[in-house]
């Protein structure tokens, strides 16, 4: 998806070429009736910094920029009307849910689409042999890493998530080629993420990242990269906008996880199936 691809580009762009993007973002559809002169003037650049752009993002021309959005905003649902990421502060709820459903519905069909299958089953086959599995991230991130460690461990994976950065290098350190980590940044440029990565695979463990950026430093230190989609809205920015795309990719691995290890982890779940139910309050009917 081409705007998934503009956000990932986007942090790396400054002055007039970041402004073009964000302009396209803002209104994809508005984009794709005018010329590159007009998109230049609109912007506040040139006709030759919206070039500038398009190659940035590795496309031959403008007219390959609005041929990908076209294509893009076709694919949506013909009663889907886009509404965009803006929430005023005099929006109604109505208009609020809305916007933020969308928001979602969009970032996980984009993810979806875009999952590279390949990636995805080396993956899920480094977690299901792996002796232990690490798990990091820090932040919005960090939440997801202690979820991610919740659902391994409850299909007999040896999973722990390390949300602080002193800890997560300690258990790196004492990573083997029998291990792999999970490593989890949405910019892909947390360097208490980095660090205890770069660590294990000095000690030779399997790593695998999920970022929303292919060409971050953590992206490019790790043996098999996921790529995730940002679903912003006007208070939802960064790593707390991308948090369903990367639990859609994560939903991904453990059930492939769940697959490759099919006894185990119908045994673990069979033997933890009742935890929840005893500890559910009864209430009597009246």
Do not use: N
Request: proline share 4%; net charge positive; charged share 20%.
């Amino acid at each position: 998806m081409i705007t998934a691809l503009i956000r990932s580009e986007l942090p790396r762009m400054t002055g007039s070429l970041r402004r073009v993007g964000e302009h396209v973002l803002a209104d994809p559809p508005g984009v794709t009736s005018v010329s590159a002169a007009e998109l230049g003037r609109r912007t506040g650049t040139s006709q030759a910094s919206v070039t500038r752009f398009c190659r940035a993002l590795g496309l031959d021309s403008y007219q390959h920029l609005l041929l990908q959005l076209a294509k893009e905003q076709g694919g949506r649902a013909s009663d889907e009307r886009p509404l965009g990421p803006g929430i005023g502060p005099d929006d109604p709820l109505d208009h609020v849910v809305a916007v933020v459903a969308q928001a979602d519905l969009q970032a996980l069909r984009q993810t979806a689409e875009s999952l590279d299958r390949d990636a995805l089953e080396r993956a899920a086959r480094a977690v299901a042999r792996a002796r232990r599995v690490d798990v990091y991230g820090v932040g919005a991130s960090g939440i997801v890493a202690r979820e991610t460690e919740a659902r391994l461990f409850g299909i007999g994976c040896a999973a722990r998530s390390w949300t602080e950065v002193h800890a997560a290098e300690t258990s790196a350190a004492l990573l083997t080629p029998a291990d792999t980590v999970v490593a989890l940044s949405h910019s892909g440029t947390t360097r208490e993420v980095l660090s205890p990565l770069q660590l294990a695979a000095e000690r030779g463990a399997t790593t695998v990242a999920v970022t929303g950026d292919p060409r971050s430093p953590i992206a490019a230190a790790t043996s098999v990269h996921l790529t995730s989609t940002s679903a912003e809205t006007s208070f939802r920015r960064g790593g707390f906008g991308t948090r369903h795309s990367v639990l859609l990719i994560l939903d991904c691995l453990f059930a492939r996880v769940a697959q490759l290890t099919y006894q185990r982890a119908t045994a673990s779940l069979a033997l933890t199936a009742h935890i929840g139910e005893a500890h559910a309050v009864r209430t009597r009917r009246r």
